[in-house]
């Protein structure tokens, strides 16, 4: 009984892998079309949103099964609910993909986007985070997701800098205040993205620990 339970759990691990990746994916594509004004890309980034939703029903199903047919002890029950809690979070970094694939098509081409730069180095930041959240949920390791919540505070520097040189921006130059406006979303949407990984690093150090890091 208990081998099939640790197969179940290494099948979770694996679906939370690939929905991981498909929250690096659909950020990746929503970027793409951002700056390149590629509308394929951002259809590829829809895409992805709609596997994440049926990846998030298919490890809730998988969750509710572990619960109702095996006999977890406490660990375990920490590990799954842990796991619902995390592909919840992982539900919304793909509609945040989303919103900016869709912000994408809103923007005029030839515009000339400003802050490409730093909304490129938050977005890979915040992608990188997913991945290493993922990861110290899969290892069971400790420092890494309390590196992934650490590196929450480097998406929300690069969002202070665009949002502070947006606003000065719109100030000099206010014919192009809806494009700005734009782009400050798109940066908002990228730091929630990073808050939402956080929040799978802290239930990461739930998982292991027993303890919320906001109970510390």
Known sequence: MRNRF????????S???TMGALCEEAITYAMNALFRGDMAMAQRAIEAERQIDQKEREIESLCMRLLLQQQPVAGDLRVISSALKMISDMERIGDHA????????FIEEGDGLPQEDNLQK?????????TESVDSFVKKDLDLARKVIRDDNVVD?????????LIDMI????????LY???????KYLERVADHTTNIGEW????ITGRHPEEE
């Open 6 to 13: 640790e197969q179940q759990l290494e099948t979770l691990n």
């Open 15 to 17: 679906e939370l892998i």
């Open 98 to 105: 989303e919103d900016i694939a869709e912000i994408a098509g």
């Open 122 to 130: 938050m977005a890979k930041a915040a992608s990188f985070m997913v």
């Open 157 to 165: 520097s690069y969002f202070d800098k665009v949002k502070d040189d």
């Open 171 to 178: 100030a000099v130059d206010p014919s192009r205040g809806r």
């Open 181 to 187: 406006l734009d782009i400050l979303m798109v940066a």
């Open 204 to 207: 990461v150090v739930y998982s």
